[in-house]
Every structure is written in C-alpha cells, then in structure tokens.
C-alpha cells in the first residue's frame, strides 16, 4: 500500500505545480500589495450601437453585452444594471482580466466601454479565487474551475498521504527531520514578517 499511495502522492504534486504556483503568487500579491497605490487609470473606447427599441433597460443591457461579446465575462445580472448620474444604461463586466464599465448612449447612439485592466498579480488572484461556486458559462473559466476544485481535494489528499508516507518511512531519518524543520521554521519567519 505504502508503494502506491507514494506513486499517487507524486501524481498527484505533478498534477498540482500549477495550481501551486498561481495560490503561492496570489498569496504574495495579498501580503505585499498596497493598499493606497492608486489603480491604474481606465481606457476608454467608443463603439457605433444602436439599442433595441421599446425594451427595458436590462433588455438593453444584453443586447449591448451580446455585441460586445466581451472575452471571459459573464453576462450581467438583472440587479447589475443601472441608470447612471446622466440617465445612461449602465453595467460592470468583471473577470480575471479586469473590469469593464459599458454606457448605453442611447442618444448618440453608440457605447462607451471603460476597461480597468487587471495587473499580473490581480490576474493570479482573480485565477485563484475562480471556483465552482460561481456558474461560469465561459468554456476556459468553466474548466480552469474544475481544476481549482480537483486541486483543492488533492492538495487535502497530499496532505494527509505525506504524513502517513513520513511516519511508515523512516520517521527519524536526518533528511526528513532537517526538512520537517526548515520548512516550519521558514512559514514561521513568513509568518512573523508578514504581520
């Protein structure tokens, strides 16, 4: 059994260096992002649209994202839409690449689409934080999800066959005590900074 569950234990750390390195980098970003540095200023573009006429303003809302077929976004919902200060339809579209404010300008018949790109580290955190919880309709975030998720129980499952393959080895072997050691003490320093 022990030859086994060693085997499924290294399948199952190869599985997960992606996902390993995607949690490590948003875990960095989290520690060491500051919180008064100023996001980076929207871009803005313009497109030709005309909004279906006598619709409500979700209506109008879909039709727009529909046009757009905006990249990894879902389509928002009901409560998301909303008239803005000037009385313009208006949405956010957010995903792991950032965040999108559409405007209907109904009167000049056109749409305005302020992009707030997300930085590589809130890229990382966006792909952490993309779970089964959340119904995706998008193929890519629909599969990176599964991933996340069958990363979580192997990464339990990691855990607790490296503690049984470290106690049926040989728990007093200097590798595993030196290891055992440098590894606790280096989260504790991680730990101590980090506060």
Known sequence: MTR????LHTYAGLLNLTILLVFGIAGLTATFDDPDEAPPSPTTRMYDFKAPEN??????ALAAFQFLKPALSEMPP????????ANNVAFNLYSINGERTVTLLEKENRLRVEARPNELGEFFDGLHATTMNFSHTDLRIRMWSWYVEFSIWSLIFMSFTG?????????KH??????????????????????
């Open 4 to 7: 086994w569950l060693k085997k």
């Open 55 to 60: 619709v409500g303003d979700y209506d109008a």
């Open 78 to 85: 009901k409560g998301a839409v909303r008239r803005d200060a």
């Open 163 to 171: 503690v049984y393959l470290w106690l049926a080895s040989r728990p």
């Open 174 to 195: 200097r590798w595993a005590q030196f290891s055992f050691a440098a590894g606790s003490g280096l989260f504790l320093l991680l730990y101590a900074i980090t506060r």
